[in-house]
């Protein structure tokens, strides 16, 4: 049974529930095998392809889990200084094939190690740790007659974690030449890189498209979260029916879904639909499908059709642009000001929407100087129309010894929030 590791991105409930919801999407069936802040390890009864991170927003990293030992024998070698500990770890990378694809190059080879910890008894400890594999593999290679050289960090750097752009321009994927040595509470893992997110892409959908809007923007990596939280599928009917400059639209049409776009403003409908135009050439889209539609949400059946998309993905008007932590009053009027668009927005995309078919909405997400959350009232409404909520995560997908599940599997919505940001997002999966 294939396992892989997979490094997530800074929100990591966000990127575990991306993916758990990628891969039910393609009847890839996986269990998750233990989940933190720094990575995830899934176990699946098939492969399949690690080119599938293209398709994420959310991993920064897979990678194929060569070995496991019990992170008792970390704290044993690193705290305790214990010889014998050491040798043990030394020997079960060895015997894991882990240099295996590094010594076939024929040139030599430049590797790199990278330790995530959760443990936190051992996170002061992690360029030791970096260092001492370092040593062991480039030991190993030498025994097999392979030059090598480790890549070592510099001591201004805080986590012994090669970033990935780092990893991309000196090609350790291809050459399976970044280890990745994952502790866990009670288990550590040791992977082998097999794929690394490329941020020039989303850079290149973010910047280089013709037309920005850049207050109001939400980021490429965001928008194919939600896309992929919405279950499209090849061939889907994607709708944004406040779709801006498209960078939703631009992210399911890349997941060869057909897009329909709307929104109120003339401006939006001219950039949105000149930025998919940049998209089908630049990536070479054979047989794109997409519209762009002018017209207010109130008109969006008439527009549509009645059961006429398999899914909606969108990003209402989340208030005005705070430049200070609102107060508590004034964080509730936000609310109530916005509280009918979203609530009359709903009532449309049910009839849009096929049975079955997923609504992925974001609502605003206030912290107020008192810290308390303020957010959009939308359940009974939801209840009224029929909505049902889809639960990011379920028992299921977890193994027996998936610890500390409670607050994941109540989870009724996933909260998307920058420290430097006034207003967060509330993302809702939603289902007819």
Not at 82 to 108: H, R, T, Y
Not at 114 to 131: A, K
Not at 274 to 292: I, K, M, Q, S, T
Not at 344 to 351: L, S, V
């Amino acid at each position: 049974m294939p396992t892989k590791l997979f490094i997530s991105g800074k929100n990591w409930i966000l990127s575990l529930a991306e993916l758990t919801s990628y891969f039910k999407t393609r009847e890839i069936d996986f269990e998750i095998q233990f989940f933190s802040g720094e990575f995830f390890i899934l176990s699946f009864k098939k492969d399949f392809e690690p080119s599938a991170i293209e398709d994420l927003g959310g991993t920064i990293k897979i990678a194929e889990v060569k070995t496991k030992f019990p992170t008792e024998t970390i704290k044993e070698a690193f705290l305790k200084k214990n010889k014998q500990a050491k040798s043990q770890i030394a020997e079960s990378l060895a015997s894991s094939g882990l240099v295996d694809g590094m010594a076939k190059l024929p040139e030599k080879l430049l590797f790199g190690v990278s330790v995530y910890c959760t443990e936190s008894t051992l996170r002061s400890s992690s360029t030791v740790i970096q260092r001492f594999v370092g040593s062991a593999v480039k030991d190993e290679l030498a025994d097999l007659g392979k030059k090598a050289n480790f890549m070592g960090f510099g001591n201004d750097r805080k986590l012994a974690q090669l970033s990935h752009v780092e990893v991309l321009k000196k090609n350790l994927v291809e050459n399976k030449a970044e280890v990745l040595f994952c502790i866990g509470r009670t288990e550590t893992w040791v992977a082998s890189t097999v794929a690394v997110h490329n941020p020039f892409e989303f850079q290149k959908r973010d910047i280089y498209k013709p037309n920005q809007r850049k207050i109001f923007g939400m980021p490429p990596r965001l928008a194919r979260i939600m896309v992929n939280l919405s279950a499209c599928k090849i061939g889907n009917v994607l709708l944004d029916p406040f779709c801006g400059v498209g960078t939703i639209l631009q992210e399911a049409l890349l997941e060869k879904a057909m897009v329909v776009g709307m929104d109120v403003n003339p401006w939006c409908v001219k950039a949105a639909t000149e930025n998919l135009e940049w998209l089908v050439r630049e990536y070479e889209l054979e047989g794109a499908d997409f519209r762009v539609l002018q017209g207010d949400v109130n008109k969006l059946v008439e527009k549509i059709g009645q059961e006429a998309v398999d899914c909606i993905v969108c990003e209402p008007d989340l208030g005005p642009a705070l430049r200070q932590v609102p107060t508590g009053p004034y964080a509730e009027k936000i609310i109530q000001k916005l509280e009918p668009l979203y609530t009359g927005f709903m009532e449309k995309a049910y009839i849009a929407l096929k049975p079955n078919g997923r609504l992925v909405l974001v609502t605003p997400y206030l912290k107020t100087r008192a810290r308390q959350s303020i957010t959009m009232p939308i359940n009974e409404k939801l209840d009224e129309l029929g909505f049902r909520r889809v639960y990011a995560f379920s028992k299921e997908m977890f193994s027996q010894n998936a610890g500390g599940l409670d607050n994941l599997l109540h989870a009724a919505s996933l909260v998307e929030m920058d420290e430097r940001h006034m207003i967060g997002r509330e993302i809702h999966i939603l289902e007819k």
